[in-house]
Protein backbone atom coordinates (compact mmCIF):
# COMPACT_ATOMS: atom_id res chain seq x y z
CA UNK A 1 0.00 0.00 0.00
CA UNK A 2 2.55 2.48 0.73
CA UNK A 3 4.65 1.58 -2.33
CA UNK A 4 1.53 2.53 -4.10
CA UNK A 5 1.22 6.12 -2.52
CA UNK A 6 4.46 6.81 -3.17
CA UNK A 7 4.54 5.66 -6.51
CA UNK A 8 1.27 8.70 -7.11
CA UNK A 9 3.53 10.40 -5.39
CA UNK A 10 6.43 10.72 -6.94
CA UNK A 11 4.09 11.07 -10.26
CA UNK A 12 2.37 13.92 -8.82
CA UNK A 13 5.92 15.83 -8.04
CA UNK A 14 7.20 15.08 -11.62
CA UNK A 15 3.82 16.59 -13.10
CA UNK A 16 4.72 19.97 -10.86
CA UNK A 17 7.91 19.58 -11.50
CA UNK A 18 8.24 19.44 -15.43
CA UNK A 19 5.22 21.58 -16.13
CA UNK A 20 5.84 24.06 -18.76
CA UNK A 21 8.82 26.35 -17.89
CA UNK A 22 9.95 28.92 -20.13
CA UNK A 23 13.86 28.43 -19.88
CA UNK A 24 16.39 30.44 -21.60
CA UNK A 25 19.52 30.42 -20.00
CA UNK A 26 20.97 29.71 -16.69
CA UNK A 27 20.09 33.14 -14.84
CA UNK A 28 16.29 31.47 -15.56
CA UNK A 29 17.52 27.95 -14.47
CA UNK A 30 19.25 28.57 -11.45
CA UNK A 31 17.64 32.26 -10.13
CA UNK A 32 13.95 31.92 -11.11
CA UNK A 33 14.31 34.97 -13.66
CA UNK A 34 14.91 36.74 -10.23
CA UNK A 35 11.12 36.73 -10.02
CA UNK A 36 9.72 34.96 -6.98
CA UNK A 37 7.57 36.84 -4.64
CA UNK A 38 7.58 37.21 -0.86
CA UNK A 39 5.01 33.94 -0.38
CA UNK A 40 7.34 31.92 -2.50
CA UNK A 41 10.69 33.06 -0.88
CA UNK A 42 8.99 31.84 2.18
CA UNK A 43 7.65 28.51 0.88
CA UNK A 44 10.88 27.58 -0.53
CA UNK A 45 13.11 28.49 2.48
CA UNK A 46 10.74 27.09 4.90
CA UNK A 47 10.31 23.43 2.53
CA UNK A 48 14.03 23.51 1.74
CA UNK A 49 15.46 23.66 5.33
CA UNK A 50 13.39 21.71 7.03
CA UNK A 51 15.05 17.86 6.08
CA UNK A 52 16.36 14.94 7.18
CA UNK A 53 18.02 16.32 10.52
CA UNK A 54 15.18 18.69 11.30
CA UNK A 55 12.56 15.70 11.50
CA UNK A 56 14.42 12.23 11.81
CA UNK A 57 16.79 13.67 13.92
CA UNK A 58 15.04 15.89 15.93
CA UNK A 59 12.53 13.39 16.80
CA UNK A 60 15.18 11.13 18.32
CA UNK A 61 16.61 14.37 20.31
CA UNK A 62 13.73 15.22 21.50
CA UNK A 63 12.65 11.75 22.96
CA UNK A 64 15.75 11.97 25.13
CA UNK A 65 16.16 15.53 25.49
CA UNK A 66 13.04 17.11 25.82
CA UNK A 67 13.59 20.97 24.72
CA UNK A 68 17.20 20.70 24.43
CA UNK A 69 16.64 19.30 21.17
CA UNK A 70 15.87 22.68 19.55
CA UNK A 71 19.76 23.50 19.93
CA UNK A 72 20.78 20.66 17.29
CA UNK A 73 18.39 22.40 14.46
CA UNK A 74 16.31 24.60 15.34
CA UNK A 75 18.34 26.71 17.17
CA UNK A 76 21.38 27.12 14.09
CA UNK A 77 18.49 27.63 11.36
CA UNK A 78 16.94 30.62 13.26
CA UNK A 79 19.69 31.69 13.66
CA UNK A 80 21.05 31.87 10.58
CA UNK A 81 18.13 33.19 8.45
CA UNK A 82 17.96 35.94 11.28
CA UNK A 83 21.43 37.02 9.88
CA UNK A 84 20.09 37.27 6.54
CA UNK A 85 18.21 40.29 7.50
CA UNK A 86 20.98 42.01 7.79
CA UNK A 87 23.12 40.73 4.84
CA UNK A 88 20.22 40.38 2.18
CA UNK A 89 20.67 44.24 1.16
CA UNK A 90 24.57 43.84 0.60
CA UNK A 91 23.94 40.39 -1.32
CA UNK A 92 21.51 42.29 -3.64
CA UNK A 93 23.83 45.34 -3.77
CA UNK A 94 26.59 42.60 -5.06
CA UNK A 95 24.12 41.60 -7.85
CA UNK A 96 24.72 38.08 -6.75
CA UNK A 97 24.91 35.18 -8.79
CA UNK A 98 27.01 32.84 -7.19
CA UNK A 99 29.49 32.61 -4.24
CA UNK A 100 32.67 31.79 -5.99
CA UNK A 101 31.79 35.30 -8.60
CA UNK A 102 31.34 37.50 -6.01
CA UNK A 103 34.83 36.21 -4.24
CA UNK A 104 36.62 36.67 -7.88
CA UNK A 105 36.07 40.84 -7.19
CA UNK A 106 37.95 40.58 -3.85
CA UNK A 107 40.35 37.54 -4.71
CA UNK A 108 41.06 36.76 -8.13
CA UNK A 109 39.99 33.66 -9.94
CA UNK A 110 42.38 30.80 -8.91
CA UNK A 111 40.78 31.44 -5.18
CA UNK A 112 37.95 31.16 -6.68
CA UNK A 113 38.20 27.59 -7.85
CA UNK A 114 39.55 26.40 -4.70
CA UNK A 115 35.78 28.01 -3.31
CA UNK A 116 33.90 26.61 -5.98
CA UNK A 117 35.69 23.05 -5.04
CA UNK A 118 34.65 23.67 -1.28
CA UNK A 119 30.87 24.37 -2.24
CA UNK A 120 30.48 21.03 -4.46
CA UNK A 121 32.00 19.06 -1.97
CA UNK A 122 29.33 20.70 0.45
CA UNK A 123 26.40 20.72 -2.06
CA UNK A 124 27.52 16.74 -3.24
CA UNK A 125 27.18 15.91 0.80
CA UNK A 126 24.08 17.60 1.33
CA UNK A 127 22.71 15.89 -1.62
CA UNK A 128 23.76 12.52 -0.30
CA UNK A 129 22.72 12.69 3.41
CA UNK A 130 19.14 13.58 2.21
CA UNK A 131 19.21 10.29 -0.25
CA UNK A 132 20.80 8.09 2.63
CA UNK A 133 17.45 9.18 4.82
CA UNK A 134 15.24 8.93 1.67
CA UNK A 135 16.72 5.56 1.60
CA UNK A 136 16.48 4.43 5.21
CA UNK A 137 12.95 5.83 4.88
CA UNK A 138 11.89 4.12 2.07
CA UNK A 139 13.30 0.24 3.62
CA UNK A 140 12.15 1.01 6.95
CA UNK A 141 8.59 1.72 5.99
CA UNK A 142 8.10 -0.08 2.29
CA UNK A 143 10.43 -2.75 2.40
CA UNK A 144 12.50 -1.06 -0.33
CA UNK A 145 15.87 -2.14 -0.83
CA UNK A 146 17.95 0.13 0.43
CA UNK A 147 20.24 0.43 -2.85
CA UNK A 148 17.25 0.89 -5.00
CA UNK A 149 15.93 3.13 -2.63
CA UNK A 150 18.88 5.65 -2.75
CA UNK A 151 18.62 5.55 -6.41
CA UNK A 152 15.23 5.95 -6.76
CA UNK A 153 15.46 9.20 -4.65
CA UNK A 154 17.89 10.84 -6.91
CA UNK A 155 16.02 9.66 -10.23
CA UNK A 156 13.50 11.50 -8.87
CA UNK A 157 14.61 14.67 -7.76
CA UNK A 158 16.84 14.70 -11.23
CA UNK A 159 14.07 14.31 -13.52
CA UNK A 160 11.89 17.36 -12.46
CA UNK A 161 14.96 19.40 -11.53
CA UNK A 162 16.68 18.47 -15.41
CA UNK A 163 13.18 20.07 -16.54
CA UNK A 164 13.05 23.45 -15.23
CA UNK A 165 15.83 23.76 -12.77
CA UNK A 166 14.80 26.41 -9.79
CA UNK A 167 11.11 26.74 -11.16
CA UNK A 168 10.62 23.16 -10.57
CA UNK A 169 12.31 23.54 -7.45
CA UNK A 170 10.26 26.01 -5.95
CA UNK A 171 7.13 24.50 -7.52
CA UNK A 172 7.34 21.26 -5.56
CA UNK A 173 8.52 22.70 -2.51
CA UNK A 174 5.13 24.01 -2.13
CA UNK A 175 3.56 20.43 -2.68
CA UNK A 176 5.94 19.00 -0.37
CA UNK A 177 5.75 21.91 2.10
CA UNK A 178 1.70 21.15 2.28
CA UNK A 179 2.76 16.76 2.64
CA UNK A 180 4.97 17.66 5.29
CA UNK A 181 2.89 20.42 7.23
CA UNK A 182 -0.10 18.01 7.38
CA UNK A 183 2.40 15.45 8.64
CA UNK A 184 3.89 17.56 11.75
CA UNK A 185 0.07 18.45 12.28
CA UNK A 186 -0.94 14.59 12.49
CA UNK A 187 1.55 13.60 14.58
CA UNK A 188 1.21 16.37 16.99
CA UNK A 189 -2.51 16.48 17.68
CA UNK A 190 -2.39 12.22 17.31
CA UNK A 191 0.71 11.42 19.85
CA UNK A 192 2.25 14.48 20.71
CA UNK A 193 0.04 17.33 22.23
CA UNK A 194 0.38 17.13 25.88
CA UNK A 195 3.18 14.66 25.99
CA UNK A 196 5.58 17.91 26.06
CA UNK A 197 7.21 19.31 30.08
CA UNK A 198 5.63 21.95 31.93
CA UNK A 199 7.15 25.10 30.95
CA UNK A 200 9.57 25.52 33.89
CA UNK A 201 10.94 22.10 33.21
CA UNK A 202 11.17 22.39 29.56
CA UNK A 203 13.05 25.74 29.43
CA UNK A 204 15.35 24.03 32.14
CA UNK A 205 16.26 21.91 30.10
CA UNK A 206 16.31 23.83 26.89
CA UNK A 207 19.13 25.93 28.88
CA UNK A 208 21.26 23.14 30.08
CA UNK A 209 21.26 22.36 26.15
CA UNK A 210 23.17 25.49 25.72
CA UNK A 211 26.48 24.63 26.82
CA UNK A 212 26.54 21.04 25.26
CA UNK A 213 25.43 21.96 21.66
CA UNK A 214 27.29 25.70 21.77
CA UNK A 215 29.48 24.38 19.02
CA UNK A 216 27.27 22.18 17.37
CA UNK A 217 25.20 25.65 16.91
CA UNK A 218 27.95 27.45 16.05
CA UNK A 219 29.42 25.23 13.18
CA UNK A 220 25.82 24.77 11.63
CA UNK A 221 25.19 28.37 11.91
CA UNK A 222 28.45 29.72 10.49
CA UNK A 223 28.38 27.36 7.57
CA UNK A 224 24.70 28.14 6.62
CA UNK A 225 25.08 31.43 6.92
CA UNK A 226 27.88 31.14 4.08
CA UNK A 227 26.01 28.29 2.38
CA UNK A 228 24.34 29.44 -0.70
CA UNK A 229 20.53 28.33 -0.07
CA UNK A 230 19.80 31.61 1.10
CA UNK A 231 22.19 33.55 -0.87
CA UNK A 232 20.16 32.01 -4.01
CA UNK A 233 17.14 32.66 -2.85
CA UNK A 234 17.20 36.42 -1.64
CA UNK A 235 18.84 36.75 -5.16
CA UNK A 236 15.67 35.24 -6.62
CA UNK A 237 13.34 37.32 -5.12
CA UNK A 238 11.97 40.38 -7.20
CA UNK A 239 13.04 42.96 -4.88
CA UNK A 240 14.92 43.30 -1.38
CA UNK A 241 11.60 43.83 0.27
CA UNK A 242 10.05 40.36 -1.06
CA UNK A 243 13.49 38.23 0.00
CA UNK A 244 13.38 40.02 3.68
CA UNK A 245 9.47 39.63 3.97
CA UNK A 246 9.72 35.72 3.22
CA UNK A 247 12.84 35.40 5.26
CA UNK A 248 10.68 36.76 8.82
CA UNK A 249 7.74 34.78 7.29
CA UNK A 250 9.87 31.49 6.75
CA UNK A 251 11.66 31.77 10.62
CA UNK A 252 8.19 31.56 12.39
CA UNK A 253 6.97 28.89 10.59
CA UNK A 254 10.17 27.29 10.80
CA UNK A 255 10.09 27.83 14.46
CA UNK A 256 5.74 26.52 14.54
CA UNK A 257 7.42 23.27 12.99
CA UNK A 258 10.06 22.92 16.05
CA UNK A 259 7.32 23.57 18.74
CA UNK A 260 5.32 20.70 17.30
CA UNK A 261 8.07 18.25 16.25
CA UNK A 262 9.67 18.49 20.10
CA UNK A 263 6.75 17.38 22.08
CA UNK A 264 5.97 14.86 19.41
CA UNK A 265 9.34 13.12 19.67
CA UNK A 266 9.01 12.78 23.86
CA UNK A 267 5.73 11.15 23.47
CA UNK A 268 7.84 8.02 21.17
CA UNK A 269 9.75 7.21 24.45
CA UNK A 270 12.90 6.26 24.39
CA UNK A 271 14.04 5.39 20.61
CA UNK A 272 17.30 4.35 19.15
CA UNK A 273 19.70 5.83 17.18
CA UNK A 274 18.57 3.80 14.82
CA UNK A 275 15.92 5.58 12.01
CA UNK A 276 14.25 2.05 11.28
CA UNK A 277 13.62 1.87 14.68
CA UNK A 278 11.62 5.39 15.07
CA UNK A 279 9.50 4.70 12.13
CA UNK A 280 8.32 1.18 13.28
CA UNK A 281 7.59 3.55 16.82
CA UNK A 282 5.75 6.07 14.41
CA UNK A 283 4.07 3.55 12.61
CA UNK A 284 3.12 1.75 16.15
CA UNK A 285 1.37 4.60 17.99
CA UNK A 286 -0.27 5.68 14.94
CA UNK A 287 -3.53 4.78 12.56
CA UNK A 288 -3.31 3.43 9.06
CA UNK A 289 -4.28 6.39 7.56
CA UNK A 290 -1.92 8.66 9.61
CA UNK A 291 1.08 7.02 9.13
CA UNK A 292 0.40 7.04 5.36
CA UNK A 293 0.24 10.75 5.50
CA UNK A 294 3.12 11.32 7.90
CA UNK A 295 5.52 9.21 5.50
CA UNK A 296 5.04 11.27 2.95
CA UNK A 297 5.66 14.29 4.62
CA UNK A 298 8.88 12.58 5.80
CA UNK A 299 9.79 12.22 2.42
CA UNK A 300 8.85 15.53 1.07
CA UNK A 301 11.29 16.79 4.45
CA UNK A 302 13.95 15.15 2.90
CA UNK A 303 13.32 15.34 -1.07
CA UNK A 304 12.55 19.57 -0.34
CA UNK A 305 15.91 19.70 0.66
CA UNK A 306 17.92 17.48 -1.27
CA UNK A 307 16.68 18.97 -4.81
CA UNK A 308 17.84 22.19 -3.23
CA UNK A 309 20.95 21.22 -2.73
CA UNK A 310 21.00 19.27 -6.28
CA UNK A 311 20.06 22.31 -8.00
CA UNK A 312 23.46 24.23 -5.90
CA UNK A 313 25.65 21.79 -7.05
CA UNK A 314 24.62 22.28 -10.41
CA UNK A 315 24.88 25.93 -10.42
CA UNK A 316 28.47 25.55 -9.17
CA UNK A 317 29.85 22.93 -11.62
CA UNK A 318 28.32 25.02 -14.73
CA UNK A 319 29.06 28.67 -13.38
CA UNK A 320 31.82 28.47 -11.59
CA UNK A 321 33.71 25.29 -12.84
CA UNK A 322 32.66 24.87 -16.11
CA UNK A 323 32.55 28.82 -17.44
CA UNK A 324 33.44 30.61 -14.55
CA UNK A 325 32.21 34.11 -14.51
CA UNK A 326 30.93 33.98 -17.65
CA UNK A 327 27.01 33.22 -18.96
CA UNK A 328 26.28 30.02 -18.06
CA UNK A 329 24.02 27.99 -21.04
CA UNK A 330 20.93 26.16 -20.16
CA UNK A 331 22.50 22.55 -21.93
CA UNK A 332 25.18 22.83 -19.97
CA UNK A 333 23.17 23.62 -16.73
CA UNK A 334 21.16 20.24 -16.95
CA UNK A 335 24.06 18.25 -17.73
CA UNK A 336 25.57 19.57 -14.83
CA UNK A 337 22.66 18.73 -12.38
CA UNK A 338 22.32 15.10 -14.21
CA UNK A 339 26.64 14.77 -12.97
CA UNK A 340 25.46 16.02 -9.79
CA UNK A 341 22.91 13.43 -9.16
CA UNK A 342 25.18 11.12 -10.48
CA UNK A 343 27.89 11.75 -8.03
CA UNK A 344 25.59 12.51 -4.90
CA UNK A 345 24.10 8.98 -5.60
CA UNK A 346 27.36 7.16 -5.57
CA UNK A 347 28.40 9.23 -2.65
CA UNK A 348 25.38 7.96 -0.71
CA UNK A 349 26.04 4.32 -0.60
CA UNK A 350 29.01 4.65 1.64
CA UNK A 351 28.36 7.77 3.64
CA UNK A 352 28.36 7.31 7.66
CA UNK A 353 25.40 8.69 9.98
CA UNK A 354 22.54 11.84 8.76
CA UNK A 355 23.93 13.91 11.24
CA UNK A 356 27.70 13.14 10.88
CA UNK A 357 27.66 13.93 7.07
CA UNK A 358 25.80 17.11 8.28
CA UNK A 359 28.46 17.84 10.69
CA UNK A 360 31.64 16.58 8.05
CA UNK A 361 29.82 19.23 5.29
CA UNK A 362 29.10 22.24 7.20
CA UNK A 363 32.68 22.33 9.20
CA UNK A 364 33.87 22.68 5.13
CA UNK A 365 32.01 26.03 4.59
CA UNK A 366 32.41 27.27 8.31
CA UNK A 367 36.29 26.46 8.59
CA UNK A 368 36.97 26.75 4.89
CA UNK A 369 34.26 29.81 3.18
CA UNK A 370 32.89 32.35 6.10
CA UNK A 371 35.71 34.35 6.89
CA UNK A 372 36.62 35.05 3.32
CA UNK A 373 32.89 34.87 2.18
CA UNK A 374 31.80 37.48 4.68
CA UNK A 375 35.01 39.34 4.37
CA UNK A 376 33.70 39.74 0.58
CA UNK A 377 30.14 41.79 0.78
CA UNK A 378 32.75 44.58 2.43
CA UNK A 379 36.04 44.46 1.21
CA UNK A 380 36.72 47.82 -1.83
CA UNK A 381 39.48 46.35 -2.76
CA UNK A 382 41.12 43.12 -3.80
CA UNK A 383 42.97 41.13 -1.26
CA UNK A 384 43.99 38.01 -3.07
CA UNK A 385 46.35 36.55 -0.75
CA UNK A 386 43.88 37.14 2.33
CA UNK A 387 41.38 35.02 0.55
CA UNK A 388 44.14 32.66 -0.52
CA UNK A 389 45.71 31.91 2.63
CA UNK A 390 42.18 31.80 4.40
CA UNK A 391 40.82 29.27 2.67
CA UNK A 392 43.38 26.88 1.77
CA UNK A 393 44.15 26.57 5.90
CA UNK A 394 40.43 26.62 6.95
CA UNK A 395 39.00 24.48 4.14
CA UNK A 396 42.56 22.32 4.17
CA UNK A 397 41.71 21.15 7.69
CA UNK A 398 38.08 21.01 7.01
CA UNK A 399 38.95 18.77 4.22
CA UNK A 400 41.15 16.91 6.27
CA UNK A 401 38.95 16.55 9.20
CA UNK A 402 36.09 15.31 6.82
CA UNK A 403 38.32 12.53 6.05
CA UNK A 404 39.09 11.32 9.37
CA UNK A 405 35.09 12.08 10.13
CA UNK A 406 34.64 8.85 7.18
CA UNK A 407 37.16 6.92 8.77
CA UNK A 408 40.60 7.75 7.59
CA UNK A 409 42.95 7.53 10.73
CA UNK A 410 44.50 11.02 11.00
CA UNK A 411 44.39 11.82 14.72
CA UNK A 412 42.08 14.65 14.62
CA UNK A 413 39.56 16.08 17.12
CA UNK A 414 35.78 15.02 15.79
CA UNK A 415 33.36 17.34 14.93
CA UNK A 416 32.26 19.96 16.69
CA UNK A 417 35.21 19.66 18.78
CA UNK A 418 37.33 20.56 15.63
CA UNK A 419 35.42 23.91 14.60
CA UNK A 420 37.20 26.28 16.80
CA UNK A 421 40.54 25.18 15.12
CA UNK A 422 39.38 24.89 11.75
CA UNK A 423 38.10 28.61 12.49
CA UNK A 424 41.17 29.67 14.11
CA UNK A 425 43.48 28.58 11.05
CA UNK A 426 41.14 30.18 8.71
CA UNK A 427 41.07 33.61 10.63
CA UNK A 428 45.16 33.19 10.48
CA UNK A 429 45.18 32.73 7.49
CA UNK A 430 42.95 35.33 6.48
CA UNK A 431 45.36 37.67 8.77
CA UNK A 432 48.35 36.41 7.53
CA UNK A 433 47.13 37.28 3.92
CA UNK A 434 45.99 40.68 4.52
CA UNK A 435 48.95 42.18 6.56
CA UNK A 436 50.99 40.73 3.32
CA UNK A 437 48.29 42.65 0.45
CA UNK A 438 47.76 45.49 2.58
CA UNK A 439 52.02 45.98 2.66
CA UNK A 440 51.80 45.27 -1.18
CA UNK A 441 49.29 47.96 -1.76
CA UNK A 442 50.21 50.67 0.76
CA UNK A 443 53.42 50.39 -1.73
CA UNK A 444 51.73 51.50 -4.42
CA UNK A 445 48.31 53.09 -3.08
CA UNK A 446 49.98 55.17 0.18
CA UNK A 447 47.00 55.69 2.29
CA UNK A 448 43.99 55.12 0.01
CA UNK A 449 41.00 53.61 1.30
CA UNK A 450 40.78 50.20 1.37
CA UNK A 451 37.17 49.29 2.81
Known sequence: MLLLVLLLYAGLLTAVG??????????????ASHRL??????????????????????????????????????????????SFLAL?????????????????RVYGRRVTAIAAALIL??????TASQLVAWGKLL?????????????????????????????????????????LGTAI????????????????????RFAHGAGEHSLLVLSFTLAWVISPIVWQRVAAARSAGSAKRGILIAAAAILLFYLMVIPSGMALGTVSTNTADLLARLAQLLPGWAWTLVFLGLGSAILSTADTALNLAAMTISLDLIRPGKSGKLSAAR???????????????????????????????????????????????????????????????????????????????PWPVSLPLGMGFSLAGFGLGFILDYKKKRQHAGGSRFF
Open 18 to 31: IGRKHLSDADGFFF
Open 37 to 82: GTAWVAITLTASWVGAASTLVTLRRAATGGHAAMWVMAVPTILTLL
Open 88 to 104: GGSIRKRGFTTLPNMLR
Open 121 to 126: IYMILL
Open 139 to 179: HGAGSLPYHLAVLSGAVLICAYSLAGGFFSVVRTDGIQLVF
Open 185 to 204: MVIYFTIGRGAGESISRGIT
Open 335 to 413: WSTLAAATLAAAVSLRLPSILQTLGAASEIMASGLFVPGIAALFLARPFPRAGACSLIAGGGFALASTLNTFGLPLSLP
